[in-house]
Every structure is written in C-alpha cells, then in structure tokens.
C-alpha cells in the first residue's frame, strides 16, 4: 500500500505552487525610491498658462499645487532663438520617495494630462520640466514632461 494516494500528491504539488508563485505575484520588491531635485515650468505659446501638479507617493498624495506661467512673448528670456517663460513649484517633497508625477493644464482635465512614474528607474534624483509648447514645432499648447537625471547636486559632486 502506498503512503500517499495520488490525489494527496497532487494536492501538495497544488499547495507549494501556489506558495512558490505567491512571492512573484504580489511584487514583494521595493518600488525604486528617488528624490526630487527640481520641478519647473516653461512656456513657449503666446497665451498665459496655468499647470497644476499632484504628486503621489506609493499611490498616496503627497503634494499638489498649481503655477500660472506668463505668456511667452518678446519680452521675455530668450533662450537661442525661441521665446520662453518659467515658472517653478515651491514646496514639493525633495527626500527620496517611490514617486509618480501628474501635470495637467488648466483647460484639461486630471486625467487628459500627462504623467511620470519615477519608480520605473534606477537612479538617486531627477530634474523635472514641463514644457507647454515647443519651441522646435508649432504643436500648440501641448503639455509634456521632460527629465535629466544628471542632477546639479550630483553634478556638484563630480567636479
């Protein structure tokens, strides 16, 4: 007589799979954690823009404010050959964090905007910029969200 019937087998094989495949499933692994060293805000259209941000840390928010940036007329900072305005957020978390970043204009709602997930990259810091515009093409009053992870703290450092 056999000590285990098939079915009893079976069954454990069952159990330890589901325990082997639990740790993979449930993404045990820590969310990569970085600081925020600068988040700012260019305009390159002719119309006065306001851009809200909210940033959320391992999905709870942390921060949220919004910057009304000056229409980019000749008046302003020239910047090569292209007009531009700035505006900058104040306030923002600067410790490391497992950070996701949404941006929206005022005449978009939350979700038309345009987000980042910071914990999908390996580094210690970012530099974060939302342009409005672009000065290379007339794309209008698109919004997009550019990064350097060449942080000037790190820059500092190096030199």
């Not at 999905?59 to 050959?81: H, K, L, Q």
């Not at 409005?132 to 703290?153: K, N, Q």
């Amino acid at each position: 007589m056999s000590p285990h019937t098939r079915r009893q087998a079976l069954r454990a094989v069952g159990v330890c799979s589901s325990l082997v495949l639990a740790g993979c499933l449930t993404g045990e692994s820590s969310p990569n954690e970085m600081r925020l060293e600068q988040l700012q805000v260019v305009n390159y259209v002719q119309e006065s823009q306001t851009v809200s941000v909210e940033i959320t840390d391992d999905d709870e928010r942390v921060y949220r404010d919004s910057v009304e940036v000056p229409s980019a007329d000749e008046d302003t900072t020239e910047w090569g050959n292209d007009n531009w305005s700035d505006g900058a957020f104040e306030g923002y978390p600067t410790e490391a964090g497992a950070y996701r970043i949404r941006t929206w204009l005022d005449t978009q709602s939350r979700d038309e905007g345009r987000t980042v997930d910071l914990r999908e990259y390996e580094y210690d810091c970012v530099e974060m910029r939302v342009l409005i515009g672009d000065p290379r093409m007339d794309l209008g009053s698109t919004l997009s969200i550019w990064r350097s992870f060449e942080c000037s703290a790190e820059r500092e450092k190096a030199e």
